[in-house]
């Protein structure tokens, strides 16, 4: 783990979830696996406060166990899931879009509790969503089980693995640790449950009690002893399907931009036929048919099967190579690049970040090397039409800005520099690389001065917060509206524009965050496919 | 009798005869004799009396000694062919053997010209020497020294009244051994603006995609008549400059190019394939990273937490967020 992330994950756990379980967590990260006595010891923390450190943090997929020979349990943090907190906004944004309020707030509740039963996550998210909507109506518990049943279906959540039970009546002494198991075809099969209620809103007033508030605070309690009818069946939120969704959709806008919406549509509509058949790490998705994909358009668009295959064609045989073509069964079967497609985003961000740093004509002889593979500095400036001194001095730029590489080709066996070939190169996984890591560090300054400017404004702050309660408290106990009035003036026009300010930066850096995250992501997802394909 | 070698002196032993021999025997062949042919006719003639004689008129310059497969051929210089070196020989009869060799090097060298030191491999004389020639022959205005645009330090030498090669000077893109930046920003400006436009009306059209996208692509003969017709060049470009100009757009990632096989014949296809341009969006729009000030920073390296640059008391920061 290199010295960004580690100080980004440092972040992360401190912002979420408070000192104590930042110092383990970053602990662990930097040293490794190690059982609990050795973490005690070294963090100086009490074994009391480490184990309650390491149940949130394994609650929250975080860290995992494993136990090792003669019986030591040994706890590993998994730094690439902590940074994956960053990306939890644009979960819950997908989950929105995709299954509008319901979804957001079933993917919320999974996100921030780490893992939930089907049961508990039902009744928060109706209650939630019973207190938005109007006086007198509520949320049916129904409708809430259909839109988690149909994020199963789809893989957006999954069961976590669960203690097999044991054919064997006689147990024989516990192991240290519990082994989880969870098969394929378990994860994501939800539960018979029949969840029979209505979301209850946090004050209840007389209003919707419709009549009969003994009754039905009485059957509430008795839910309560009852035992939970999936009790041990814990559900989390799938974060490799959603990652599968961002790389289709990014794919999806690069057509787009390259060709028109209804190529977009089609190559959209290719890839959701594929995506519970192909697993997320490979290269191509399934040959699909051209029967299939004109069977599998959405309704509203009717364009006829010539002007489909016409549109097939045209994508195959685009220079983007995204879409290929694998047969002629079936009206011809075509299957998507997904490791070319990958490649060609994270080079058009490298190209996208060159262009931005160091100007247009440098982007020019980036994407010159990048074509040619290997260049001599003579061909470069042939080639690209620069004059000779500013190519010179762009080439040195960006090499010492590690974006391109030298390669030496000896004519002589001592190596002598007037009788040396030098060739520039482009190396895209290390620039990515580089890419990725800058990132890391660029979100971790963007929280660091987020947190400055807060403090920076926190007495600010704090007599805003207080201001904003007696106005609370005294409009609940009815005041006049001249006193309202006194009490806001607390606050001066002046200050009040301080906090519009603060309010606004601290947005933008939010903001900024999750763009940074968009790169993370491309450039993760292409690091990843590259070494898989290795 | 016949076994009776006499050897007798023939009449026309006169070095002058035989010389004067051997140039009717060359004005007969025209295209040169060889040693063979001038021992048959005068078979009387000892090969060193022939030998003489050829040298002779070497030296005089009526004869231009050639090496054909066969053997070494000798031909008579006429008016035309003689012209710069009769001229130059007018100037300076008897002059040295040395100059003459260089200049018959650099004569070889054709419009391309020919370095200091390659005369120097190829006539095995002293850089001194070759120094004072080339002086010589320059200011009898027979060669001329061009300034090679590769290596500006680096000067050409060819004869007086050639144009010098595209290689050296550079074609069109130079003026004066000056790149021309401006000319070459133009030109690309041009060329993707017609591309562009092709490509909207294309988009406008509304038709069946196969046409559409068809339309779309322009072949470079129609961007060179298009370029041609617009009349912002001085100097006549042909289809290589074009197609140049056309490769920095792609390296620009606005154009992007195919290959396909036409007809031999169809307007502006070269052996058997044309190229077609055609102007194109980027895939993605500037990425995340860029968008916030660390991005682009120049002193990134040197940023942390309680350093003189930090990331609390960053000013790219402040900048940005007062946008």
Redesign the interface.
């Known amino acids: 783990m290199t010295q960004a992330e580690i100080k980004l994950c440092s972040l992360l756990l401190q912002e979420h979830f408070g000192e104590i379980v930042e110092k383990i967590g970053v602990h662990l990260i930097r040293t490794g696996s190690q059982p609990l006595r050795v973490i005690a010891h070294d963090t100086g923390t009490s074994l009391d406060q480490v184990k309650k450190a390491l149940c949130v943090l394994i609650q929250h997929n975080l860290v995992i166990y494993q136990v090792h020979k003669r019986g030591v349990v040994e706890y590993e943090a998994q730094c690439s899931r902590v940074l994956r907190m960053l990306r939890y906004p644009r979960y819950i944004y997908t989950a929105k879009t995709l299954y509008s309020d319901t979804g957001e707030l079933i993917v919320e509740e999974l996100l921030l509790n780490g893992k939930m039963t089907m049961s508990a996550v039902v009744k928060k998210v109706a209650d939630r969503l019973t207190e938005t909507m109007e006086d007198g109506k509520t949320m049916d518990y129904a409708e809430v089980s259909n839109t988690f049943m149909r994020l199963a279906d789809t893989h957006f959540v999954q069961r976590c693995p669960w203690v097999p039970a044991t054919e064997n009546s006689d147990p024989g002494p516990l192991p240290p640790a519990p082994i989880l198991v969870i098969s394929e075809k378990d994860m994501y099969l939800v539960p018979k449950l029949s969840l029979i209620g209505k979301g209850k809103r946090r004050r209840s007033s007389d209003e919707d009690a419709t009549g009969e508030p003994k009754a039905k605070r009485s059957k509430h309690s008795t839910d309560n002893k009852e035992p939970i009818p999936d009790d041990g069946i814990y559900w989390q939120a799938n974060l490799d399907r959603f990652h599968q969704h961002f790389r289709d959709q990014a794919i999806v806008s690069a057509v787009a931009n390259r060709m028109d919406q209804t190529s977009s549509e089609i190559v959209r509509t290719m890839l959701r036929m594929s995506e519970i058949t192909t697993p997320s790490a490979a290269p191509f998705t399934q040959p699909l048919s051209s029967n299939e994909i004109f069977r599998s358009l959405p309704v509203g668009y009717n364009i006829s099967k010539q002007v489909l295959d016409q549109y097939l064609t045209l994508l195959a045989d685009d220079p983007l190579e995204f879409v290929g073509k694998s047969g002629d069964s079936g009206g011809g079967m075509y299957v998507i690049n997904l490791h070319k497609a990958l490649g060609s985003l994270a080079t058009a961000t490298l190209e996208s970040v060159v262009q931005e740093r160091f100007g247009s004509r440098c982007a020019r002889i980036f994407r010159l090397v990048l074509q040619k593979k290997h260049l001599e500095q003579k061909q470069v400036e042939d080639f690209a039409m620069i004059p000779a001194k500013e190519a010179k001095d762009m080439l040195y730029k960006m090499l010492s800005g590690n974006f391109i590489s030298l390669q030496e080709i000896p004519k002589t066996p001592d190596h002598a520099p007037s009788r040396t070939f030098y060739l520039y190169t482009v190396n895209i996984l290390s620039a990515a690389r580089m890419l990725l890591h800058r990132c890391y560090k660029s979100i971790a300054n963007l929280i660091e001065r987020r947190q400055f400017e807060t403090k920076e404004n926190k007495r600010l702050l704090e007599k805003s917060q207080r201001v904003e309660a007696i106005i609370a408290s005294m409009q609940a106990t009815g005041a006049e509206e001249a006193q309202l009035q006194e009490i806001e003036e607390m606050i001066t026009a002046p200050e009040r524009q301080q906090l519009e300010t603060l309010k606004r930066n601290v947005n933008k850096l939010d903001a900024s965050e999750i763009q940074v995250d968009e790169t993370i992501f491309l450039l993760e997802s292409y690091i990843e496919s590259t070494m898989k394909r290795q | 009798m016949a076994d009776v070698k006499v050897k007798v002196q023939p009449p026309d032993a006169d070095p002058v005869e035989i010389e004067n021999r051997i140039i009717e025997l060359c004005h007969q062949f025209p295209h040169g004799i060889t040693d063979q042919v001038i021992q048959n006719e005068m078979p009387h003639i000892e090969a060193q009396q022939r030998a003489v004689a050829i040298n002779r008129l070497l030296s005089m310059g009526q004869l231009d000694l050639l090496r054909s497969n066969t053997g070494l051929l000798y031909r008579i210089k006429d008016s035309q062919n003689a012209g710069p070196v009769s001229f130059f020989l007018s100037k300076m009869k008897g002059s040295d053997n040395q100059e003459k060799l260089v200049y018959q090097i650099i004569e070889d060298a054709g419009n391309k010209g020919i370095w200091s030191r390659d005369i120097r491999y190829k006539s095995n004389l002293p850089l001194t020497e070759i120094n004072k020639i080339l002086k010589n022959l320059e200011s009898k205005k027979l060669i001329k020294a061009v300034k090679s645009v590769?290596a500006s330090k680096k000067k050409v030498y060819m004869l007086y009244n050639l144009q010098p090669d595209r290689s050296v000077t550079g074609g069109a893109?130079y003026s004066d051994q000056d790149?021309e930046?401006e000319f070459?920003e133009v030109l690309n400006q041009q060329c993707f603006k017609f591309l562009q436009t092709k490509a909207e009306t294309a988009?406008e059209s509304k038709q069946?995609?196969?046409i559409q996208?068809n339309s779309s692509f322009a072949s470079s003969h129609e961007v060179w008549k298009y370029i041609c017709e617009l009349g912002i060049s001085k100097v006549e470009l042909s289809m290589e400059d074009i197609e140049?100009?056309l490769?920095?757009l792609?390296?620009?990632?606005k154009v992007?190019m195919?290959i396909i096989a036409a007809k031999e014949g169809t307007v502006g296809s070269v052996d058997g394939h044309m190229k077609l341009y055609r102007a194109?969006?980027?895939?993605?729009p500037?990425?995340?990273?860029?968008?916030?000030p660390?991005?682009?920073c120049p002193v990134?390296d040197d940023?942390h937490?309680g350093g003189e640059i930090?990331?609390?008391n960053?000013i790219y920061?402040t900048e940005w967020?007062e946008f």
């Not at chain 2, 194109?280 to 993605?284: A, H």
């Not at chain 2, 500037?286 to 916030?292: D, Q």
Request: hydrophobic share 40%; aromatic share 10%; glycine share 6%.
């Open positions: 590769a893109w790149f930046s070459v988009r069946n995609p196969m996208r140049t100009i490769n920095t792609i390296y620009d990632g992007e195919t194109v969006n980027p895939i993605i500037p990425t995340g990273l860029v968008r916030a660390c991005g682009l990134f940023c937490e930090s990331p609390s960053c920061m967020l």
